[in-house]
């Protein structure tokens, strides 16, 4: 089996380690070393999301390539994946977008099947601050809103339908690369399900 290849994104302060063919499946740490070994730890986590989208990881997940090492930026630092690589301009199949996407479709399904089960007050973060449920949910929906517009589309209200649309056919105008977008998007969907798991009482 070939090796889960994965893009390095190293910031001043901070590190991340996203799968490149897995979205949402991405983790941090202080450098290259910890986010890898904090993206291993997670394998167990992102296998009911890719079982939802009947994707589901190989045996030997874990077995990781770095095939691209980026340099972060103040994005990085702050806690987010924010550099594209340039693995990720190349174009995709239909069969390829077609993967991507149900990825990302069950990193959404994931969170809301969390949603549901989470009470709407959450228990306090190690610094005794977090959103709680709904202001948690209310913000990845809004962030949709802005990375939407990476790619061109541009809605008044949260529009998933219209954000896949999108990522099934790009707009010319799109500052990101689609594989980028979708990586960022699942990225910050499954992110926030894991919180919200983590901080139930």
Known sequence: M????????????????????????????????????????????????????????????TDFNVIERLTGNATTDFGAPGIPAKDESKPMTAAEARRMVSLLEACWKY???????????????????????DKMYEHVLGAELEYGKGIGVRTKTPDRPALLAGFRKPKSEGKWPVAYAVRRTAWHALDHAWEMEDRIP
């Not at 590190?15 to 202080?30: E, T």
């Open 2 to 61: 070939a090796k889960t290849r994965v893009y390095i994104e190293q910031g001043a302060k901070r590190a991340f380690a996203s799968a490149a063919d897995w979205p949402g499946w991405c983790r941090s740490g202080k450098d290259e070393k910890s986010a890898l070994e904090a993206l291993a730890a997670y394998a167990p986590r992102y296998e009911p999301v890719a079982r939802l989208a009947r994707v589901p990881l190989p045996k030997d997940a």
């Open 111 to 133: 969170l809301d099947q969390v949603k549901t089960k989470a009470p709407q007050e959450l228990r306090k973060g190690p610094r005794g601050g977090g959103r709680d449920r």
